[in-house]
């Protein structure tokens, strides 16, 4: 198999389909040897039926971990071919069961004989393996419930992409870029306000010049990112944690977290000791990622923003004005 020899373990999902298909297709020439009347694919909702006497769609999904679409198109199939029957719950009129039919039974009754030498056989080729294929699936199934496959391979892109992110300071140069990733970002969810454009107009004046601090995260060598500290007059919150936007084509990076946990270093290098942000509780996204990095929800303070709906609040360990 050179495919897989030169794809490696990207190839894993194609590999177990075509392992599975071949064990399909040699299965049904057991059945036929030994006079089952039963298709391979069958196997895991009749095998249930006639271990767990009658059930409903839904207790048999969740015995064999099947689909209630994949089981449903099962058990027609099996009643096509007499297999099984239908009635309703005893207990419950409005709740359909199925059952093996007397032809099932019979075919159950077969089948039970050829378990005994399936068991042996599957039995033979895991001794004679290096390493036991039915420990080592039930261990990948544990670590799939664990994680899904398709976000681990996000994060993997994730950790990949780190490497083309590059966080640096402010300069008159990513003036038009702080601008215009804020304005994008806030009409797309919002109306632009007065407050927005006295800082993004001058975010020199306004931001840098007072002490404040603006970050802003390269990818690739362009500006993806942006993020400021502004300067409270306020006693309890040293810096506002404002103007973070990002641009939708660089989305998915770990982008927002990495400049949000980079602001928060820079406050605490410079001594603050708590910091404060706004949002609006529409943006989920943004409020799961303030509570990632560490802020806590409070009420009571007058914002110059009419979209402004929640306020949030990080501490460090140390008090302000140590």
Request: proline share 4%; charged share 25%; glycine share 8%.
């Amino acid at each position: 198999m050179q495919f897989f020899d030169q794809a490696g373990p990207a190839s894993l999902g194609s590999r177990l389909r075509i392992l599975s298909e071949q064990l399909m297709d040699q299965a049904q020439s057991v059945y036929d040897a030994y006079g089952v009347e039963l298709r391979s694919v069958w196997f895991p909702v009749f095998y249930a039926l006639s271990q767990k006497g009658r059930q409903s769609v839904t207790e048999l999904a969740a015995y064999v971990g099947q689909s209630h679409p994949g089981v449903s198109r099962t058990l027609r199939e099996l009643k096509a071919d007499g297999l099984i029957e239908e009635g309703k719950d005893p207990a419950d009129k409005r709740r359909n069961l199925v059952s093996l039919s007397e032809k099932g039974k019979r075919q159950a009754a077969k089948l039970e004989e050829q378990l005994v030498d399936v068991h042996s056989g599957v039995d033979q080729m895991l001794n004679q393996s290096t390493h036991n294929l039915w420990l080592a699936l039930q261990e990948f199934e544990f670590l799939l419930q664990q994680k899904p496959f398709d976000l681990r391979v996000l994060e993997a892109r994730k950790e990949r992409e780190k490497d083309d992110i590059e966080l640096v300071d402010y300069t008159p140069a990513f003036r038009s870029a702080f601008r215009d990733l804020n304005v994008a970002w806030i009409s797309k969810y919002f109306t632009m306000e007065s407050s927005d454009y006295h800082i993004l107009d001058h975010p020199d004046t306004h931001i840098i010049q007072p002490g404040g601090h603006i970050i802003v995260a390269l990818y690739k060598g362009e500006p993806v990112g942006v993020c400021a500290l502004v300067v409270m007059d306020d006693d309890t919150y040293d810096f506002e944690l404002a103007k973070m936007a990002v641009s939708p084509a660089a989305r998915g990076k770990g982008i927002g977290y990495l400049l949000g946990k980079a602001a928060l270093e820079r406050a605490q290098e410079v001594g603050a000791g708590a910091v404060y942000l706004e949002s609006n509780t529409v943006l989920a996204p943004a409020i799961k990622l303030y509570q990632k990095l560490g802020f806590q929800k409070i009420a009571g303070r007058p914002s110059p923003y009419e979209r402004c709906n929640i306020q949030m609040g990080y501490h460090f360990d140390l008090p302000k004005g140590r």
